[in-house]
């Protein structure tokens, strides 16, 4: 068992390529995860950061949760999305505020590589046995109750999240379409890389081939 100082750097170096991820596909501008859609469309529409709506849907979803689990609403949540959304406006509006990518090719490049940033930091700081982000403790939510694998359930909820987006007409794209796709992919095949790493899981799901 790892020790708590040990967990809580492999947590906090999750959340921040996690956040790296968000920002890098915000900069590639071919579109960006839904869940981030949304979060830039209500930041655009109503005020407010995009990290502090980070911080208030990820409130909601903690509710969401919990009627699906049909357990007390775990507000150890907070946690995570209190950080994430530090880190977010940390990079969007400090480190990569003047990072501005013009040429398509390298827009899709940067776009890639914030999917696989993304998909890499969550597998990473699941690891760690803390508390997890909302929107990921949806995806475990609804792996419980039905036995899913990872990457259908984590499909599932970037579907919601799309539909989301599009309602509060956020900055969707070929970008958004691709995430919805293929995150749950990336979130999968990392899942699989560690675990043959020998790096254990802090929770039970179904391998890619269940």
Known sequence: MPSL??????????LFILSSGVVLMIKSNVGIAPWDALNVALSERIGLTVGSWVFIVGGILIFVNSIIRRR????????????IGLFVDLLNLGLLSSMEVQPLVLRWVLFVGGLSVLAL???????????????????????????????????IGEIAAFILAVMWQGPVGLG??????????????????????????????RSMDE
């Open 5 to 14: 100082v040990k967990r809580c750097l492999i947590y906090l170096a999750g």
């Open 72 to 83: 007390v609403p775990n507000l150890t949540g907070l946690i995570p999305i209190l950080i």
């Open 121 to 155: 930091g969550i597998v990473i700081y699941l690891r760690a046995s803390l508390p997890t982000v909302p929107n990921d403790e949806l995806m475990l939510a609804i792996t419980e109750r039905t036995g899913w694998g990872i990457h259908v359930t984590k499909t």
């Open 176 to 205: 958004t379409i691709i995430v919805v796709l293929c995150l749950g992919l990336f979130v999968g095949l990392f899942d699989q890389l560690l675990s043959k790493a020998g790096v254990p899981r802090s929770f039970t799901v």
